[in-house]
């Protein structure tokens, strides 16, 4: 009986997620109650939409697998996705399906474990993998393939048989042309045109999109910074929410994405006044790194060859994410 069954959202951080459920149950009267998790205690207590974060994950291990569901509601970047999948799947709890009444989803091929939102447009033909979230007015054209754990992001267009491997994140209002493919892990940033295929791992970003790689600092012994990373690390840590930030720790490692990427651009310019363009957060995404290469850049005696060279450089002490 549905009286008895309740649904586990996990992730406190969605109310989008938990009104799509609410909106759900007002239809159908699938499960008896709601109940909100979050590994965050501070959340705990609190209510969401008039739904309770009654505990953290492992509060499933009391769930009854035989009648009740769990959805992922996590998906601010695709990695932190698949970790609260995995972690969630432990439990041996079932996925729910969460997908909007008002989403016609004839024609398309859908695995079971899936969140659509309002507005969200799946064309015939389109095959979408476990684990991926279509966002409010995101676009999935006709013959799309969509791979697991998978980020559409409000208002996203996939244009026809555009491919995503696994954990691609789509920004907000970026649109893929047709007959594309976008590597497993990969990230389009929000606005942006892809008018190329993405690799995996990599960053598409602008109008049209330039492919940067996504990239790992190497770890290494702490050192005196210079002036530049002196300066930038308190704008870098301020956008972050950050105490303090490594010199060789990765701005997107440390919670950054693509929307924080453009605001430390512009504080950079207002506090500083260091002009980046905008993939320099991409391809050089720690301080040591980018203050290379803004010293670089900066240095007019260097000839043409040499400032071409940078960017080599610093790739060496980077490893692909």
């Given amino acids: 009986m549905a009286l008895d069954r309740t649904l586990y959202l996990c992730g406190a951080g969605n109310s989008e997620g ?14 008896g109650s709601l109940a909100i998790l979050d590994d965050d205690r501070a959340r705990w207590g609190q209510r969401l939409l008039g739904v309770e ?7 499933l291990a009391g769930a009854d697998p035989a009648r009740d569901e769990v959805a992922n509601l996590v998906a601010r970047t695709t990695a932190r996705r698949r970790a609260a999948r995995a972690k969630l799947a432990s439990y041996g709890i079932p ?7 008002g989403v016609d989803t004839l024609g398309a091929t859908l ?16 095959e979408i993998g ?19 754990c998978c980020v559409l992001a409000a208002g996203s267009v ?4 555009v491919v995503l491997e696994d954990g691609v994140y789509v920004g907000t209002n970026a649109a893929i042309l047709p007959e594309l493919r976008v590597g497993e892990g990969a990230t389009v940033g929000a606005c942006s045109s892809v008018v190329h295929d993405v690799p995996a791992g990599a960053t598409a970003i602008g109008v049209p999109a330039e492919v940067v ?21 308190p704008v870098w840590a301020a ?9 060789t720790e990765s701005f997107f490692d440390a919670g950054g994405n693509s929307l924080l990427a453009l605001q430390t651009r512009a504080r950079l310019a207002e506090v500083l006044g260091l002009e980046l363009a905008v993939t320099d957060l991409f391809r050089f995404p720690t301080l040591r790194a980018l203050s290379i290469h803004l010293a670089r850049v900066e240095d007019a005696p260097l000839a043409a060859s040499d400032r071409a060279l940078a960017p080599r450089e610093v790739r060496r002490v980077l490893a692909r994410r």
Avoid: K, Q
């Fill in 18 to 31: 938990v009104r799509l459920a609410l909106t759900i149950n007002r239809r159908s009267s699938r499960w």
């Fill in 213 to 233: 790689g996504a990239r790992r600092a190497a770890r290494a012994e702490p050192r005196d910074p210079d002036t530049l990373e002196r300066a930038m690390a």
């Fill in 130 to 148: 476990e684990g991926t979230v279509l966002f409010m007015n995101a676009v999935a054209g006709h013959e799309c393939r969509i791979g697991e």
């Fill in 111 to 126: 695995a079971r474990e899936l969140i659509v939102y309002e507005g969200a447009i799946l064309a015939p033909e389109v």
């Fill in 239 to 247: 956008v972050l929410g950050r105490a303090s930030i490594g010199a």
């Fill in 53 to 59: 974060v009654v505990g953290g994950f492992d509060v």
């Fill in 158 to 161: 996939l244009n026809a048989r």
């Fill in 95 to 101: 996925f729910a399906t969460l997908i909007h009444p």
